[in-house]
């Protein structure tokens, strides 16, 4: 058997063009363009280059983007105001902070302080609760759990029903996966650092996901025959390469499906942050025409 390979980067392509972009164009022609707004603190390479990606796929779309630049001994009262004023501005509909932050910047109230409507990294506690209780369409999901999701939709994977075993207990990852496939109805195992035996779990994966960021850390061995396997780890060996959680040769030999390190999740998780742009966007201007109807109604 060989994996048929889930491209993560035609997807996100497809779904930017054939989806987001048509949504913008019909936002602008309503007086509204969808903008965000990224604050990078510090000089972190990576989170640099990340930041570009997000700034690519906002202008291939249509959305303004905005980077602001700071110190990494920026003090966190300038990045909380800085954030209450993005809260108040109609022109920014999304707003992220770039993470990791430095250790003298309390994450979790720079979290809380973004406004729910406008927090497209779904970080926030409201966001988070929100995968738990059913939600009333406000809600923004986590990036790449969003794009875990869509991956498998879009390549036709039954999710209902099925036995899903995520490797990687996360806040950004793990937890919301798990819960977002439990509203799908699937049957979740969440594995992490403590587990013992962790092929007992794997091997009963018809859907296994893992985000723990450890190379190779899953074998052919521990893997059933036609499982679908999504890769979410991305880590860089002493020789420069770029590989995943997965050991994608022999693994692929044993799965359905596969997703490649890099192009396979990654590109999913900078598209599913323009489209939780564009939907605070549209929820912005529902918003708006239901404020007007009332005042017009009250009148």
Do not use: W
């Amino acid at each position: 058997m060989t994996a048929k390979l889930i491209e993560g980067k035609k997807i996100a392509a497809e779904i930017r063009s054939a989806e987001l972009k048509p949504r913008v164009n019909k936002l602008v022609a309503s007086g509204v363009r969808p903008g965000l707004t990224v604050l990078l603190i510090g000089d972190n390479a990576a989170s640099k280059v990340y930041v570009g990606q997000k700034a690519k796929a906002c202008d291939e779309v249509g959305v303004r983007s905005e980077v602001l630049q700071y110190p990494a001994d920026v003090e966190e009262a300038v990045i909380l105001k800085k954030l209450k004023d993005l809260n108040a501005d109609p022109e920014v509909h999304g707003i992220i902070v770039q993470l990791p932050v430095p250790d003298h910047i309390n994450m979790r109230k720079i979290l809380g302080t973004i406004d729910p409507h406008k927090d497209v990294d779904g970080f926030h506690l409201y966001n988070v609760g929100g995968l738990i209780i059913e939600d009333t369409g406000d809600v923004f999901p986590p990036c790449t759990p969003y794009g875990v999701q869509r991956l498998l939709e879009v390549s036709g994977v039954p999710i209902e029903g099925q036995n899903v075993v995520v490797v990687g207990a996360s806040n950004i990852v793990g937890k919301p996966l798990g819960l977002m496939l439990l509203r799908k109805e699937a049957t979740v195992s969440v594995c992490h650092v403590k587990t013992r035996d962790l092929a007992q779990f794997t091997i009963l994966a018809d859907i296994l996901v893992v985000a723990a960021g450890v190379p190779n850390l899953i074998l052919p061995q521990m893997v059933k025959a036609g499982a679908v396997v999504i890769d979410v780890g991305i880590n860089r060996l002493d020789d420069g390469r770029l590989v995943g959680d997965v050991d994608f040769e022999g693994v692929s030999r044993k799965a359905s499906y596969i997703t490649p390190v890099p192009g396979g999740v990654g590109p999913m998780t900078v598209t599913m942050l323009i489209a939780n742009t564009v939907r605070a966007a549209e929820l912005g201007l529902s918003r708006q025409v239901s404020g007007m109807e009332g005042a017009a109604a009250a009148t």
